[in-house]
């Protein structure tokens, strides 16, 4: 099967996205990057915790690719250091490699999902990553109810939970975006 991975421009550098993305690859790849709005905003509050403590802790849970993890740490490169927690191993692998293609070693990604119990093993339904599909609104346990009751899940996968408290670490701001999980 052909790669449906690609490296894209970005307003924040390149980026990895997968080609069959209906969202937020598509919206990048149209306008330049994703939740411009959102990230604006996150911005103006990681500000005000930066004159407060010089220094910030930004946790962005379900990174999905890293939009906000990349914007936050080429914005304050020196000054933020970056945990990303993606639970998807396929999204995960690119959002390490968009860290890596633009050199920030500030952001540590984590293939892991977040829950208040760490540890603990969860199977998670897989989309096929080689068709179109909205890659960033994987719901990873079934909820009551769903706007995406169309997408099929191909496969299974396990991924560990980790809970936030368990890096016992200052945390100044976190970014959740999972799906109403």
Same mark, same amino acid.
């Given at each position: 099967m052909k790669n449906p991975n690609a490296i894209i421009s970005s307003d924040y550098g390149p980026i990895i996205i997968n080609v069959n993305d209906s969202v937020i690859g598509k919206h990048i790849g149209k306008h330049g990057y994703w939740a411009i709005d959102d990230l604006n905003l996150i911005k103006q509050l @990681?500000?005000?915790?930066?004159q407060k403590f010089?220094?910030?802790? +930004?946790?962005?849970?379900?990174?999905n690719i890293g939009t906000h993890a990349l914007a936050?740490?080429?914005?304050?490169?020196?000054?933020?250091? @970056? =945990?990303? +927690?993606?639970?998807? =191993?396929q999204i995960y692998n690119m959002l390490c490699g968009t860290?890596?293609?633009?050199?920030?070693?500030?952001? +540590?990604?984590?293939?892991?999902a977040v829950s208040a119990v760490n540890g603990e093993t969860l199977e998670i339904g897989?989309?096929?990553?080689?068709?179109?599909?909205? +890659?960033?609104?994987?719901?990873?346990?079934?909820?009551? =109810?769903?706007d995406q009751q169309a997408v099929v899940k191909t496969s299974t996968e =396990?991924?560990?939970?980790?809970s936030l408290d368990s890096f016992n670490e200052r945390v100044d701001f976190i970014k959740i975006d999972i799906e109403g999980m």
């Open positions: @990681v500000e005000m915790q930066l010089g220094e910030v802790t +930004f946790y962005d849970v379900g990174a936050m740490a080429k914005t304050y490169a020196g000054k933020i250091k @970056v =945990r990303a +927690f993606e639970a998807q =191993r860290m890596a293609l633009n050199g920030i070693g500030h952001a +540590f990604c984590h293939n892991n897989l989309l096929d990553y080689h068709s179109a599909n909205n +890659f960033g609104a994987l719901e990873l346990m079934a909820p009551q =109810r769903s =396990r991924v560990l939970t980790v």
